[in-house]
């Protein structure tokens, strides 16, 4: 083989890979698709650079029964692999579902219409005024003190967390 068919042969193969590295970022896996569920947008950056993302991937994954690979795609087998790669697996939207019903299922507003009867319109009253009973949020504004910067970042991610709870 010549120099010139070991080079055309690499970029064959880098084109195969780009072409799938563009095909993989348009479409979110359904790990990503749930988080988008929860949190009303898709998670930023790796595991290892978002710690919610990487606590809710690692909760995601732990419900999941053991991972069955579906069949590859039909570009799987023009890609190079190696040891390390993984099959692609198959994530039945029952699982998904059951995560989504999970987390509406701890919200207040679905608490009181499920647990207790409410109406819609009761529940919307309920909520309406928890809301209205929290605290504000805090400022650490002109203060110079680390703690009391970190206590007031904590009281408002924590009072951010609870009405993320509310509906």
């Not at 998670?43 to 991937?57: H, K, Q, V």
């Not at 069955?68 to 994530?91: A, C, L, R």
């Not at 319109?121 to 909520?127: A, G, I, M, T």
Request: net charge negative; proline share 5%.
């Amino acid at each position: 083989m010549t120099e010139i068919e070991k080079v055309k042969g690499e970029i064959k193969m880098l084109e195969k890979k780009l072409a799938l590295l563009e095909e993989m970022e348009k479409h979110k896996s359904p790990a990503e698709e749930a988080y988008k569920r929860c949190y009303g947008e898709y998670p930023s950056g790796t595991p290892s650079e978002n710690a919610r993302w990487d606590a809710f991937l690692r909760g995601y994954q732990s419900t999941q029964p053991h991972a069955v690979p579906v069949d590859e795609p039909d570009w799987y087998d023009e890609v190079e692999h190696d040891e390390k790669d993984n099959p692609p697996y198959h994530i039945t939207d029952e699982v998904v579902n059951r995560l989504i019903k999970q987390h509406q299922a701890q919200k207040l507003y679905n608490m009181a219409r499920d647990e207790l009867g409410y109406s819609f319109d009761c529940c919307d009253e309920f909520v309406d005024l928890v809301e209205r009973w929290l605290p504000k949020e805090q400022s650490a504004a002109g203060s110079q003190n680390v703690d009391t910067e970190l206590l007031v970042d904590g009281f408002n991610h924590c009072l951010e967390k609870i009405k993320g709870m509310l509906r």
